[in-house]
């Protein structure tokens, strides 16, 4: 593993008991940095934290992002044990399972945006101010090939990352001259939990459209993530930095 110089960062990862965010929280943990792990999940936030604990100063918090005074408490008490916050990631999300468009359900439909998208916002909303007040700061949304392309029978999941990807650009662009570096990953799939909310024929479209013929491991994408999160990355910001083993064509 290279190393990546995080040694006195405080990073929040949303979504941190599992999946990509798990395996990013532990590579910035190795990285010198503390984390706050925010999640909807107490009982996998305290397995995290008691699986993590030997790495460095590790916090949870649930959080429910889609509640703007949820995410709001929860950002107070992160400042409140750490002291700042200097890093963001938005990885939180889920897939709300497959169908045609025509034949989803609108609740599900809207509950995959607000998770997926609506969370990115108020996490940033509510941590953009500290990092102006550091006069530095890094923030990393995951979204997804998906938002790129537009995978079919997950509508709601493809216009959701798409629209983290607008984000990600609109934001970076407000904070290029502040020291606030905003980017964001298009991974292609990755074998988490979320495969438990597709259809197998779904999973195997996924991995059929990925020239490396094998789905994305996690330690792949934490360790763009985590580049993405140091001085290191200087200079791009409002970027989409592609993880998707060849599918992506821009």
Known sequence: MNAIDLKGRVAIVTGGARGIGYATAERLLKSGAAVALWDIDGARLAEASAALFALGKVSTYIVEL????????????????????????????????????????????????????????????????????????RIVNVASIAGKEGNPNASHYSASKAGVIGLTKSLGKELASSGILVNCVTPAAAKTELFDQMSQEHIDFMLSKIPMGRFLQLDEVAAMIAWLSSEDCGFSTGAVFDISGGRAVY
């Open 66 to 137: 889609t509640e703007e005074a949820s995410v709001n408490k929860a950002t107070q008490a992160t400042l409140e044990a750490h002291g700042k916050i200097d890093i963001l990631i938005n990885n939180a999300g889920i897939t709300g399972g497959n169908g045609k468009l025509w034949e989803l359900d609108t609740a599900s439909w809207r509950r995959v945006v607000e998770v997926n998208l609506i969370g990115p916002f108020l996490a940033c909303k509510a941590v953009v101010p500290e990092l102006l007040n550091n006069g530095w700061g």
